[in-house]
């Protein structure tokens, strides 16, 4: 793995089990790097769906990307107060300067008022029948998604408000910096 510092900027490219493209981010900053994680950050950037059609993120975003874990974490700090978006996925790999990730669809959205909702069930279904995802698979996606919920209910560092917070300051002073 590459060598990274704080401030350094890479892509994010999230992939299918079909080894197919799903979406890329054109930025995340490192903000933190940590034994079993590192975070970055990012605000309106540019995303690239797998069919071409482009957007951009509305606001300041911290992320988690773990070495270990099966899944991933995107702190959205909205106006109207901290949205976390949770994806079931890898454990990262850094590559051409580029963090990569399969998804398995499944995604845990916890609310500002605290409370949280799996999305995607459907889709996770659906991508296990035509991708063939074996057994094994299975019990670590839904095994990844048992223990993010728990994270999240322990209160666990990554869903620390003043910490992420911070974080999003951290990211906006290297934003400013750079320009």
Not at 66 to 89: D, M, P, R, S
Not at 130 to 137: I, V
Request: aromatic share 14%; proline share 2%.
């Amino acid at each position: 793995m590459q060598r990274l510092k704080i401030g350094d900027r890479l892509q994010i490219q999230c992939y299918k089990h079909d080894g197919k493209i799903h979406r890329e981010w054109d930025e995340a900053v490192v903000l933190d790097i940590k034994k079993d994680y590192i975070v970055f950050g990012n605000e309106r950037t540019l995303v690239t769906e797998a069919q071409g059609n482009t957007w951009r993120t509305k606001e300041p975003a911290v992320m988690y990307f773990f070495k270990n874990e099966w899944y991933n974490i995107i702190v959205q700090l909205k106006k109207e107060g901290v949205t976390y978006y949770c994806n079931i996925a890898t454990p990262f790999i850094i590559e051409d300067n580029t963090i990569k990730y399969i998804d398995y669809d499944l995604d845990l959205r916890i609310f500002p008022n605290g409370s949280f909702k799996i999305l995607d069930k459907q889709e996770y279904k659906y991508h296990k029948k035509k991708m063939h995802y074996s057994k094994d698979l299975d019990i670590v996606v839904n095994n990844a998604l048992s223990e993010l919920i728990t994270s999240y209910q322990k209160g666990d560092i990554m869903f620390d408000l003043k910490r992420n917070l911070l974080y999003g300051k951290k990211y906006a002073k290297l934003k400013d910096s750079s320009n």
